[in-house]
Nanobody, 123 residues
Framework: VQLVESGGGLVQPGGSLRLSCAAS????????IGWFRQAPGKGREKISC????????YYAGSVKGRFTISKDTAKNTVYLQMETLKPEDTAAYYC?????????????????RGQGTQVTVSS
């Protein structure tokens, strides 16, 4: 199984980025998948997920209303559209299938994660 993130970079406050996570070795219609982030010196923050059937999404309060998760099952890829970025959004962003069923339901469950992509919000 591989989860490969892309789309990170340097953006000014108020800007936008779209992260992608391409999955191989598993199909996204069987697993809940989403994103967590980790800033230097801070713990992991789970920020968004989408259920395996795609009908349920979750957002942490820190990103709700600014970030949108979606997935393309034909491409086996999940996306995170990030708008109105703030300096406090600066972190390494990882996609993961490790979600509690009560948060985002999946037909199957496993703890997979990618290598991450860096997002830096700075002027």
């Amino acid at each position: 199984v591989q989860l490969v993130e892309s789309g990170g970079g340097l953006v000014q406050p108020g800007g936008s980025l779209r992260l992608s996570c391409a999955a191989s070795g598993l199909t996204l219609d069987e697993y809940a998948i989403g994103w967590f982030r980790q800033a230097p010196g801070k713990g992991r923050e789970k920020i968004s997920c989408i259920s395996s059937h795609g009908r349920t999404t979750y957002y942490a309060g820190s990103v709700k209303g600014r970030f949108t998760i979606s997935k393309d099952t034909a491409k086996n890829t999940v996306y995170l559209q990030m708008e109105t970025l703030k300096p406090e959004d600066t972190a390494a962003y990882y996609c993961t299938t490790d979600w509690e069923l009560t948060t985002c339901w999946g037909k199957r469950s496993a703890n997979y994660r990618g290598q991450g992509t860096q997002v830096t919000v700075s002027s």
